[in-house]
């Protein structure tokens, strides 16, 4: 493995975490592994958002502006479909493309990855990319899923579903539940366990994940075994509670990493808010596209990530309360000084290899 910081770092994050509780649910809290700074941007992601935070002075605010234009449409696409991870993994990972028939008869994108050695009868992990809704791609988590397949010798999937706006929703979700579904069917034929499916996601692919537990739940298949939502959208339709609403009051702010934070929490917070002009709906208010507003006790185990310093790090927290108090089987991690998509930086970050490392215990811990 080849990493862009020491690997005595990973040890480090382990060392030092802690168990808090956070609003009468335990949380696992992920220290900077070489900071101590209350508040305080992990050193790696602060030298890169300075850099950000420098440019922005000269771009007008306007340009940062989130909808749904074909100007603001390909500029977002260009950000979010940018593969931010390092090539750390250097075992021989094969990828191969497989199809998978949606609803209405499109041909799927499927990629599995496999060691050259892996477990007979593996867990799956079937992980779902964020971006929106609107963009986002296999290529941006291929290393992250690289690093867990050459880790632990399992077997993932990943989907490159369709984006809005030029499929609406619910063609993005529904074409991730028909990817579960294949998945399931031909799990043997790949070496898998479709006992023991996996669900992941990051931010979007997150609120996608929880769709496919969902529809799972309801027609009985019991294809999730448990589900991992990194960062995840699950509050759209912009439901008020004491724990969901937002306020920079809720973030512990280092003041000589304030304009770094805010400038952060500026650009994304209340993002959420217009997806559904991506997506082609209204109807945010329903239990697919807001999970939060509808728990079922019935979830199977549920891990839960997010970053201190992440524009959803508020609702994230609420929905693993939510899940706790449901009686759901919830493991929340919460990685202090960093923000949104870390599970992008695998090989720039020692929290993305920490991140992988935790997915891989809760495989290991609820599979069957």
């Known amino acids: 493995m080849e990493r862009k910081y020491p690997e005595s770092l990973v040890a480090d994050i382990k060392r030092k975490q802690e168990v808090v ?50 100007k603001s449409l390909a500029r977002l696409r260009k950000m979010f479909n940018s593969v931010d991870s390092y090539p750390m993994v250097k075992a021989e990972i094969a990828i191969t493309k497989e199809t998978v028939k949606a609803e209405d008869g499109y041909d799927i994108p499927m990629y599995c990855f496999k060691s050259k050695t892996p477990l007979e009868n593996s867990p799956i992990l079937y992980f779902i990319h964020g971006g929106g809704f609107f963009a986002g791609s296999v290529d941006v988590v291929t290393e992250a899923l690289k690093l867990f397949v050459a880790n632990t010798n399992m077997i993932a999937f990943s989907i490159d579903y369709r984006l809005a706006p030029e499929n609406p929703y619910p063609t993005g979700h529904t074409d991730c539940y028909a990817g579960l579904n294949w998945i399931q069917e031909n799990a043997a034929r790949f070496g898998g366990d479709p006992a023991n499916i996996f669900v992941a996601g ?9 769709y496919c537990t969902n529809r799972a739940l309801e027609d009985g298949t019991k294809a999730v075994r448990g589900q991992m939502l990194l960062y995840p959208t699950v509050n759209m339709g912009g439901v008020k509670d004491e724990h969901v609403n937002f ?44 999970p939060y507003m509808d728990v079922s006790p019935e979830l199977p185990p549920t891990f839960v990530t997010v970053g201190e310093h992440d524009f959803l790090k508020i609702e994230t927290l609420a929905y693993a309360r939510k899940l706790t108090l449901a009686g759901v089987d919830t493991t929340t991690i919460v990685y202090k000084g960093l923000g949104h998509a870390y599970i992008d930086k695998v090989g720039y970050f020692p929290q993305s290899e920490d991140c992988i490392q935790e997915m891989t215990n809760f495989i290991i811990k609820y599979k069957g």
């Open 247 to 290: 306020s920079k009051e809720k973030y512990d702010i280092y003041p000589k990493h304030a304009k770094v934070i805010n400038m952060s929490l500026d650009m994304m917070g209340g993002a959420t808010d217009g997806l559904g002009e991506f997506l082609g709906t209204n109807d945010l208010m329903n239990k697919y596209l807001t």
């Open 202 to 210: 990051d931010s979007a692919g997150g609120n996608l994940t929880q």
């Open 21 to 70: 509780m956070i609003d009468d649910v335990e949380v696992l809290l992920k220290n900077i592994p070489d900071c101590d700074i209350k508040g305080a941007m992990d050193p790696r992601l602060y030298k890169e958002m300075k850099k950000m935070a420098l440019i922005s002075n000269f771009i007008p605010k306007s340009a940062f502006k989130m909808d749904a234009s074909p």
